[in-house]
C-alpha cells in the first residue's frame, strides 16, 4: 500500500493508496474539542473510533445507505472510496442538548417533538458558523437536489443509527455527518466518521454519557467509555 499522506485532519490522517478511487483512513489518538482549544493525546482512542466506525458504516452500506466505507483494514485503518468533502457539518438532533440547548435555552435531554436537521459551514477560521440553505446555495456549496439528497439520507442515517443504539440500550441525542462528491462519479455519498466523536449516546437508563462529552466536560475516563460502548455494539444486528 502507498503511503503518500493528501491530508491530516484533527482526527484522522488520509493517505492515497495504488487505487485513485480509493483512499486509506488512518484514525488518530488525538482528541480536540472546542475549535482545538482543548488537545489530548489518549492511546487507544484511534482504534476504538476505527473499530464503531467501521461497524456502523458497515450496517448503514448493508440497509442500502450508501457511503465511502470499504472495508476495515487493520486497527487503526479502513479503506474508503475517494471523495471531495462537501464543506458542511450536517447536524441531525432528537433530544436537546450542547449548542441547541444553550442557543435556545431548551433543557438537556428534553425530546423534541420532530428531529431536527442544522447545516453548519465546516471553516475552523470562522468557528463553523450555522448556516441555512440560502447560504448554503449562495455559497455554492451545494445546489437544490444536492439539499434534498443529503437531507434526505441524513433522516435515513437517523432511522437505522436510532433502531441499532435503541437496540442496545442507547440513546442517540444527536450526531454530526459529512458528505462528500465521489472522484469517480459525482455521486453524493456520506462521508467521514460516525463515531463517539462525533455523535451524542447516552445509557437509556441512566443518562450516562457514552461519547466525547466525557473528553468535553472531563467526566470520564474515554477509553473505558468508548471500549464499552463497543461491546455493546458488538451484539448489534
Ligand atoms: P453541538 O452543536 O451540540 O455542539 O453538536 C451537535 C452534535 O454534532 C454532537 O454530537 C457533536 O459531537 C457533533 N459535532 C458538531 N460539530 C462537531 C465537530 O466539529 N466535530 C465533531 N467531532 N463533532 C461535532
Given at each position: 500500500?502507498s503511503?503518500?499522506m493528501?491530508?491530516?485532519?484533527?482526527?484522522?490522517?488520509?493517505f492515497?493508496?495504488?487505487?485513485p478511487s480509493?483512499?486509506?483512513?488512518r484514525y488518530k489518538?488525538d482528541?480536540?474539542?472546542?475549535?482545538?482549544?482543548?488537545?489530548?493525546?489518549?492511546?487507544g482512542?484511534?482504534?476504538?473510533?476505527?473499530?464503531?466506525?467501521?461497524?456502523?458504516?458497515?450496517v448503514l452500506?448493508?440497509?442500502?445507505?450508501?457511503?465511502?466505507?470499504v472495508?476495515r483494514?487493520?486497527?487503526?485503518?479502513?479503506l474508503?472510496?475517494?471523495?471531495?468533502i462537501?464543506p458542511?457539518?450536517v447536524?441531525?438532533?432528537?433530544i436537546?442538548a450542547?449548542?441547541?440547548?444553550?442557543?435556545l435555552?431548551i433543557e438537556?435531554?428534553t425530546?423534541l417533538?420532530?428531529?431536527?436537521?442544522e447545516?453548519?459551514?465546516k471553516?475552523?477560521?470562522?468557528g463553523d458558523p450555522?448556516i441555512?440553505?440560502?447560504?448554503?446555495?449562495?455559497m455554492?456549496?451545494?445546489?437544490?437536489?444536492d439539499?434534498?439528497q443529503?437531507?434526505q439520507?441524513?433522516?435515513?442515517?437517523?432511522?437505522?443509527l436510532?433502531?441499532?443504539?435503541d437496540?442496545i440500550?442507547v440513546?442517540l441525542?444527536d450526531f454530526?455527518?459529512?458528505f462528500?462528491k465521489l472522484?469517480s462519479?459525482?455521486?453524493?455519498?456520506?462521508?467521514?466518521e460516525?463515531?463517539?466523536?462525533?455523535?451524542?449516546?447516552?445509557?437509556?437508563?441512566?443518562?450516562?454519557?457514552l461519547?466525547k462529552d466525557?473528553?468535553r466536560q472531563d467526566i470520564?475516563d474515554l477509553?473505558q467509555?468508548y471500549?464499552k460502548?463497543?461491546?455493546?455494539?458488538?451484539?448489534?444486528q
Amino acid at each position: 500500500m502507498s503511503s503518500q499522506m493528501l491530508y491530516e485532519g484533527k482526527a484522522k490522517k488520509i493517505f492515497k493508496t495504488e487505487d485513485p478511487s480509493t483512499l486509506l483512513v488512518r484514525y488518530k489518538d488525538d482528541a480536540t474539542a472546542f475549535n482545538g482549544k482543548k488537545k489530548a493525546v489518549i492511546p487507544g482512542k484511534g482504534r476504538l473510533n476505527n473499530l464503531i466506525s467501521s461497524k456502523l458504516f458497515d450496517v448503514l452500506n448493508r440497509k442500502g445507505i450508501n457511503n465511502h466505507f470499504v472495508k476495515r483494514l487493520s486497527d487503526n485503518e479502513q479503506l474508503v472510496k475517494a471523495v471531495e468533502i462537501i464543506p458542511l457539518e450536517v447536524v441531525v438532533r432528537n433530544i436537546a442538548a450542547g449548542s441547541l440547548s444553550r442557543r435556545l435555552g431548551i433543557e438537556e435531554g428534553t425530546p423534541l417533538k420532530r428531529s431536527i436537521i442544522e447545516f453548519y459551514f465546516k471553516d475552523d477560521a470562522l468557528g463553523d458558523p450555522m448556516i441555512n440553505d440560502d447560504h448554503i446555495r449562495m455559497m455554492d456549496i451545494a445546489d437544490d437536489s444536492d439539499l434534498v439528497q443529503i437531507r434526505q439520507t441524513a433522516q435515513d442515517v437517523n432511522r437505522v443509527l436510532k433502531e441499532i443504539f435503541d437496540g442496545i440500550g442507547v440513546l442517540l441525542v444527536d450526531f454530526k455527518l459529512e458528505f462528500g462528491k465521489l472522484k469517480s462519479n459525482g455521486g453524493i455519498v456520506l462521508a467521514d466518521e460516525i463515531s463517539p466523536d462525533t455523535c451524542r449516546l447516552w445509557d437509556k437508563a441512566t443518562h450516562e454519557k457514552l461519547d466525547k462529552d466525557v473528553f468535553r466536560q472531563d467526566i470520564g475516563d474515554l477509553p473505558q467509555v468508548y471500549e464499552k460502548l463497543l461491546e455493546r455494539l458488538e451484539d448489534a444486528q
